[in-house]
């Protein structure tokens, strides 16, 4: 693990104000986000309903920086082209949704569209042990995905150390999603993790009006976490 590794914030936008995105996303990447995270949820695969396409091409001309689409939808192939007309930077896959997922990583990359795959808690390693050579990033849930503002399970640290050792030297990022907090960060960038998303860690007791806030919630988990490495 090298002392020069930078973490990437990623602020999840479902914690955001619902009725003022465009102001929040400016918010967040005025107050130092790396990335700006869309979680897509479809009621289905996951049981909350979010943003569909027409959503996120609204978001899309407010995002200066990077907009990472976590597609939580089943089935997904069918949406992948939509989702990347409406801007998305990287468009992240859960292996469950799909019963081919090397032809949905294909369908991704064939739109131009950095490649995500993700695996909820209890789903192992060898799901994308054989993806590692096609993917630029493997998403790990500590959390059952679905909802903001649960505990980080903890197995997800052990999870996110033997997939670095997987990952070798493929240029692959680690993206860790669920409960990322100041208490919980340190221990999963130790392990490996190179971006963290975080939603209530970053919004909560801030707003556009106090945006501030945001800029200090991203400072402390940044902190917390460039001190594990």
Same mark, same amino acid.
């Given at each position: 693990?090298? &002392?020069d590794r930078?973490i990437l914030?990623a602020p999840s ?5 619902f009725?003022?995105f465009?102001?929040e996303?400016?918010?967040i990447?005025d107050?130092?986000?790396d990335?700006v995270?869309?979680? @897509?949820?479809?009621?289905h %695969?996951v049981?909350n309903l979010?943003?569909g ?6 978001f899309r001309?407010?995002v200066?920086t990077f907009?990472?689409?976590h597609?939580m939808?089943?089935?997904v192939?069918?949406?992948i082209?939509?989702? &990347?007309e ?7 896959a859960?292996v469950e949704?799909?019963s081919?997922?090397?032809r949905?990583v294909?369908a991704?990359?064939a739109?131009?569209?950095k490649v995500? *795959?993700?695996?909820?808690?209890a789903?192992p390693?060898?799901?994308?042990e054989y ?7 493997v998403l790990?849930?500590?959390v059952?995905p $679905?909802?903001g $503002?649960q505990? %980080? *399970?903890?197995?997800?640290v052990e999870k996110t ?7 070798g030297d493929r ?10 907090t100041?208490?919980? &960060?340190?221990?999963v @960038? ?5 971006v ?5 860690a970053v %919004? ?6 106090k945006?501030?806030?945001y800029? &200090?919630?991203?400072?402390a988990?940044?902190e917390?976490a460039?001190a594990?490495?």
């Open positions: 693990m090298t &002392a930078s914030i936008i479902l914690s955001a104000d009725a003022d465009g102001r996303i400016r918010a990447e107050q130092g986000a990335w995270h869309v979680d @897509v949820m479809d009621n %695969f049981p979010t943003f396409p027409q959503a996120v091409k609204a001309p407010h200066k907009m990472d689409v597609l939808i089943s089935p192939d069918p949406s082209e939509s989702y &990347a409406a801007g998305a930077d990287m468009i992240t859960h949704a799909e081919h997922i090397h949905t294909q991704i990359r739109t131009g569209c995500g *795959i993700s695996l909820n808690p789903t390693l060898d799901q994308v993806l590692l050579d096609d993917v630029d990033m790990l849930m500590t059952n $679905g909802y $503002g505990k %980080f *399970i903890t197995s997800g150390r033997r997939l670095k050792q997987m990952i240029p692959v990022l680690i993206q860790v999603d669920g409960g990322v100041t208490e919980t &960060a340190p221990a @960038v130790a392990a490996g993790a190179d963290l998303v975080a939603g209530s %919004f909560r007791g801030g707003s556009v009006d945006p501030d806030v800029g &200090a919630n991203i400072r988990l940044r917390a460039q594990a490495i």
